[in-house]
């Protein structure tokens, strides 16, 4: 099924959120809908594809950009905040809700990465999301990280309280990589991390390979899992079997702490999600078959999938 975009905006505290709406151009009536939420430092230029994919499907599927990130306003720059994305991500359900092609009870969250933990802790909030899907999904930070030495890892904690101490001064933040070579301070220096910054070199795109540590300060204490008992929603959790970032001790405990939870596992790591052709069709299928027992698209004429 053919789809068209439509660029939106919403506010957040009188901040604008930029976001883009697609469309199935044939469909009739009030359409099912899909939220999506990136990852930390992610941008929703990243996600075209992936709500491509679900319009495609008979879906509307609605990407934007958090506060201080891409094409959305908010100041400073590139600073993750938890409860704030939290709160761009309601604005963002409650504008999907609200739109006049949208059956506002048929919305469905999805979320990729931190974005994965957002979207089950938004789901025990609200028991009227139709349905979640929590891709390759933060459940907290791993006891340990392959490649990074314990220098390494006191190293990034000092960026960390260093900049969270600017922050409390309402000083500028000093950024650091999200991804970097060994033995930097970034946020991750992993091979599979290096080869997707690669494919994103010469790409447009509106993410920026910097972003404040003082942002990994509050996610120490976050556990999107411990939610997971309160979402009376259908949920989907996918991960990948050799995820080193989001790893499957921490991620399976989500689908089956759901009342209604499901999980699907995939062969590769946390990148693959972004790189594996193969992968990302695999996931879009059954994310896809997932959303049509629990939203029916509905398709040309009207008419439920």
């Not at 604005?91 to 469905?108: S, Y």
């Not at 909030?125 to 979640?132: G, K, L, N, S």
């Not at 600017?166 to 970097?180: F, S, T």
């Amino acid at each position: 099924m053919r789809h068209h975009r439509q660029e939106i905006t919403f506010e957040v505290r009188r901040t604008r959120c930029a976001g883009v709406l697609f469309l199935p151009e044939q469909a009739e009536g009030n359409l099912p809908a899909v939220v999506l939420a990136h990852g930390f430092s992610g941008t929703m230029d990243r996600l075209s594809d992936v709500a491509a994919g679900f319009a495609e499907g008979g879906f509307a599927a609605l990407i934007f950009d958090y506060r201080r990130f891409g094409a959305s306003g908010g100041e400073p720059r590139q600073v993750v905040d938890v409860d704030d994305q939290l709160e761009d991500l309601t604005a963002a359900l409650a504008f999907a809700r609200a739109h006049p092609r949208i059956d506002p009870d048929r919305v469905a969250v999805w979320g990729n990465s931190l974005g994965g933990g957002h979207a089950v802790v938004l789901a025990a909030r609200d028991p009227r999301i139709a349905a979640v899907i929590a891709q390759i999904p933060f459940n907290g930070f791993p006891k340990e990280v392959e490649g990074r030495s314990a220098t390494d890892a006191w190293r990034l904690m000092g960026a960390m309280l260093s900049d969270g101490l600017r922050g409390i001064l309402r000083m500028p933040p000093k950024l650091i990589p999200m991804v970097g070579d060994p033995g930097t301070v970034a946020v991750t220096a992993l091979p599979d991390a290096q080869r997707h910054l690669e494919l994103l070199r010469g790409e447009s795109t509106t993410w920026r390979n910097e972003v404040a540590p003082r942002g990994l300060l509050k996610m120490m204490w976050y556990r999107p899992g411990k939610s997971a008992p309160r979402v009376r929603s259908p949920l989907l959790v996918c991960i990948a079997a050799e995820d080193r970032v989001t790893p499957e001790e921490l991620t399976r405990p989500i689908a089956e702490r759901a009342p209604d939870g499901e999980l699907k596992r995939y062969a590769g790591g946390h990148f693959d999600f972004y790189n594996a052709p193969h992968i990302r069709r695999q996931v879009m299928a059954d994310q896809l078959a997932f959303l049509g027992r629990h939203l029916s698209p509905v398709m040309a004429g009207g008419q439920p999938a």
